[in-house]
């Protein structure tokens, strides 16, 4: 539901990891969120969510008054963390609504 969501404390950069329970393969990653300005994706392959590097960054575009809605397409992607780094933004407060990932 767009109705629940997490939001910012203010600051930037801001990060949410999300966690699987194995390392999955993962064919595309969607993100619904409100007044993010730059986006970065990460991926860890490890046990633990260490060891981090950068697939994906991004400027978003404003949407006044709507959500952000990006996917991103990962051909040959696996993952057993996503860490979602936002890295500014358009206001001083912002929410991320939605995280999806497809694969297997």
Known sequence: SSETFWTTTGM???????????????????????????????????????????????????????????EFPLPDFQATYLRFIIKSAFDHFVSVHRVMAEGT
């Open 12 to 70: 930037f950069p801001q990060e949410l990891i999300i966690g699987f329970p194995k390392c999955v393969k993962i064919s595309k990653v969607a993100i619904q969120c409100y007044l993010v300005r730059t986006l970065r994706i990460e991926r860890s392959i490890s046990k633990d969510p260490v060891g981090f590097e950068q697939c994906i960054e991004k400027d978003l575009q404003h949407t006044e008054g709507q959500l952000q809605m990006e």
